[in-house]
């Protein structure tokens, strides 16, 4: 195989725009996540950190200031799912979901989730006439997604966390 064969594949595998899954850390502990931050989000009342889809933490600059921020997927005591969301810009984490803020569901459903960096485009549903067009997030957004009730972005608008799913 030739050089530029070697480089063409390379740049397919490790430069495509296609949404990039969240590296697992194995095992899933303390090793890769501050332990303040896991007694952070142990700390909110009736939330514990759900580990039914993985990887449960994902590290990416939400709000785009450069920073490191995370997510960690939390559930309530009544089996709600949300997000525990720490910004770099932000004094106190955000819970979404799980009865703390929600935007728009009281409950959450989805399966799995995706981390896509902000330059990559948020793929627009067919258009509608009344739909609104996709958002130009602020920094890395989150795609949660469901088998039986499709997509939805998880984004930073600037000021707050907002939800996108083409409605």
């Known amino acids: 195989m030739d050089f530029r064969a070697m480089l063409k594949i390379f740049v397919i595998c490790n ?7 969240a590296k697992l850390a194995q095992p ?3 090793n ?3 332990r303040s931050l896991i007694k952070q989000v ?6 514990d950190i759900c580990y039914e889809i993985r990887p449960a933490f994902i ?3 939400f709000d785009g200031d450069g920073k490191a921020d995370m997510a960690v997927l939390v559930i309530n ?3 709600k799912k949300g997000i525990w969301l ?6 106190s984490p955000i819970v979404l979901g799980c009865g703390y803020i929600d935007i728009p569901w009281d409950d959450w459903v989805f399966d799995r989730w995706s981390l896509f960096r902000r330059w990559q485009p948020i793929n627009e549903p067919v258009p509608l006439r009344d739909s609104p067009a996709a958002p130009k997030p602020t920094g890395d957004y989150l795609v949660l997604s ?6 939805a972005v998880l984004y930073w608008d600037g000021k707050k966390m907002k939800i996108y799913s083409g409605e």
């Open 86 to 91: 720490k910004l770099s810009s932000q004094k």
């Open 15 to 21: 430069l495509s725009p296609i949404g990039q899954q």
């Open 32 to 34: 890769l996540t501050p």
């Open 42 to 47: 142990e700390s909110f009342k009736n939330i």
């Open 146 to 151: 469901s088998n039986n009730a499709g997509d």
């Open 77 to 79: 005591d009544k089996g």
């Open 28 to 30: 899933l502990s303390g």
């Open 59 to 61: 590290y990416a600059d």
